[in-house]
């Protein structure tokens, strides 16, 4: 059962209030922009304390109490990840990495050998697009009007060329739209390629299930960060096959990462120590399985339930603003709850600062670090106008949106009283004169306490 009051108990940062432009009284936080972190939750933050209080040590080889602890508890992370994604754990293995973007990099690391090209879809953040790029030849797959993927064009692209890699998010972070990673994976597979699931986005929103790797919809590759899955920042993980995961070149050789060295020779251990070189971040890994065990506890498809009903309100409401773009168009079934929109023509930096200053309410604004799609879905055709400019040096706005995207503890009064923003927004009806300066938060005065 989803009890929002509970949740919203085991969340500090639901207490929070800040001081709001023209207003009295501080205002109650409302925090959307789960798209690009989360909160850890108190369960998250005990645990994480426990560890770091109790039995800080550095793990593997040590005989003393806190490294045996330590080491029995970062060890039982990876047995978390697998059942958290419903992975077999006999043929694959987890590597833990420090963000999404380390182990969408180590896929295009680890395939750079293959010979074949990687298809990236026009959807992804930039995380899933630039490393392939680095290591090799890409092509892209486009996306349909509607901001939905073109699986047509992927399908034709998977027939008319070598692919060794098919680079998919598992939803996008500017429209929440969900990918369905296994027909690309059965259609990938069928034509001789892999695919790469980039779950950034996925992983705290919907249950996972990456299949058997005997069935021909099983994901090859998946990456995701717990910083979006309410844990602490710093740790995240790649899943992959050990035949090519205990082939690859080790991603970061160094200490751990061997069975032995001599003067002249080395023998690499299997993964995941193979990748893992130096201190890995375990009080990170620790929290990050934590927050895992915390989501399976609520249940993913409650998760799922209490945001798609939150997005389709919000849809439904934000159609009362006025000029209000949202942009592409995919009904809350299929989209996680990320909304991304503009209004009118107001300047985007400003729509999120207003809801700031004005409401306490955070939002992300720009381009969401996905710029071929939000120019797709923008309909502007400037990109090489941009890249010139930017190239000459030129220091300006390159334009973009505002979005909202949805976490465990929103609730549909939030979405109420951001309609009401948006609305004062859209009528021009603003407090403060953000051509000064002086309506802005001074961040130099927050000093963290130490009690
Ligand atoms: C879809 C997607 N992929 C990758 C990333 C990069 O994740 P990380 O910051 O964990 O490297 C993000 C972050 O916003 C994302 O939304």
């Not at 047995?79 to 999404?100: G, M, R, V």
């Not at 070598?162 to 939803?171: D, E, Y």
């Not at 369905?180 to 001789?192: P, Q, R, T, V």
């Amino acid at each position: 059962m989803f009890d929002i009051n509970f949740i919203r108990e085991e969340f500090p940062i639901t207490k929070k209030c800040f001081n709001v432009y023209g207003s009295e009284t501080p205002r109650n936080l409302i925090y959307l922009d789960h798209g690009a972190s989360t909160h850890p939750c108190q369960r998250v933050l005990n645990k994480y304390i426990d560890f770091i209080k109790n039995y800080y040590a550095n793990v593997h080889r040590g005989r003393h109490f806190l490294s045996m602890i330590s080491t029995e508890l970062f060890d039982r992370v990876y047995e978390t990840i697998f059942n958290f994604i419903k992975a077999d754990k006999n043929e694959n293995a987890i590597i833990l990495t420090s963000n999404t973007t380390t182990a969408l990099d180590m896929v295009a690391c680890f395939m750079q050998g293959t010979d074949g090209i990687t298809l990236v879809s026009l959807m992804e953040h930039h995380s899933n697009d630039l490393p392939h790029r680095h290591r090799g030849k890409v092509l892209h797959f486009g996306v349909n009007p509607d901001g939905t993927l073109g699986m047509a064009d992927l399908e034709q692209k998977l027939k008319s060329n070598k692919v060794k890699l098919v680079a998919v998010t598992g939803a996008s972070n500017v429209t929440g739209f969900l990918v369905d990673i296994h027909k690309i994976a059965k259609l990938a597979h069928e034509n001789g390629a892999r695919i790469l699931v980039d779950a950034a986005q996925l992983l705290a929103h919907k249950q996972i299930d990456v299949k058997p790797n005997s069935d021909p919809g099983h994901i090859d590759f998946f990456a995701a960060a717990g910083h979006k899955a309410y844990a602490p920042f710093g740790s995240a993980f790649l899943f992959g096959p050990r035949e090519i995961l205990d082939r690859a070149v080790p991603y970061v050789p160094g200490g751990g990462t061997v069975m032995f060295v001599s003067e002249d020779d080395y023998v690499y251990a299997n993964s995941p120590e193979r990748h893992q070189g130096g201190t890995p971040n375990i009080a990170g890994a620790i929290a990050l399985a934590e927050s895992l065990s915390f989501l399976s506890t609520i249940g993913m498809d409650n998760v799922r339930e209490h945001e798609i009903e939150l997005t389709e309100y919000a849809l439904k409401r934000l159609k009362e603003i006025p000029d209000i773009n949202v942009l592409g168009s995919i009904p809350s079934r299929n989209r996680l709850g990320v909304i991304t929109f503009n209004i009118g023509d107001l300047n985007n930096g400003l729509v999120a600062n207003i809801l700031n200053n004005e409401g306490a309410i955070a939002t992300r604004n720009g381009r969401f670090c996905a710029h071929p799609y939000l120019s797709f879905l923008m309909g502007r055709e400037d990109s090489a106008e941009i890249i010139r400019r930017l190239k000459n040096g030129e220091k300006f706005d390159i334009g973009g949106a505002v979005r909202i995207s949805f976490g465990l503890y929103n609730t549909i009064e939030e979405v109420d009283y951001v309609i009401d923003m948006l609305k004062m927004i859209a009528n021009r009806k603003w407090k403060a004169d953000y051509e000064k300066s002086d309506v802005y938060f001074n961040c130099k005065d927050v000093v963290l306490s130490a009690s």
